[in-house]
């Protein structure tokens, strides 16, 4: 499976940006990983196929995860972004049943985006 994430960009803080992420091929669990400027890989989110969702505690309210299957792409809508959001987002994928937060269980990742948060 590939994935092609698109979106990203440069907005004030309050502001909101839409990620999109499409596999080659049907996938169970499809989500999103971060990573700031010197710290690691980080869980932000995913959907299950049949609408499950998990979220960090630090986006909680914040962000939505959704998932057309037909399209086998995921939306992640940010609103409400603060400058502790900047970071290269990744799309990740994995094909198991329940969702994880830890990054080695994603078998398959698209290639980053960066969100910048700023003033």
């Known amino acids: 499976v590939q994935l092609q994430a698109s979106g990203g960009g440069l907005v004030q803080p309050g502001g909101s940006l839409r990620l999109s992420c499409t596999a080659s091929?049907?996938?169970?669990?499809m989500g999103w990983f971060r990573q700031a400027p010197g710290k690691e890989r980080a869980f932000v989110g995913s959907i299950a196929w049949g609408g499950n969702t998990r979220y960090a505690d630090s986006v909680k309210g914040r962000f939505t995860i959704s998932r057309d299957n037909a399209k086998n792409t995921v939306i992640l809508q940010m609103s409400s972004l603060k400058p502790e959001d900047t970071a290269v987002y990744y799309c990740?994928?994995?094909?198991?049943?329940?969702?994880?937060?830890?990054?080695?269980?994603?078998?398959?990742w698209g290639q980053g985006t960066q969100v910048t948060v700023s003033s």
């Open positions: 990740a994928a994995d094909g198991r049943l329940v969702i994880s937060t830890l990054a080695a269980t994603y078998d398959y």
């Open positions: 091929g049907r996938i169970s669990i």
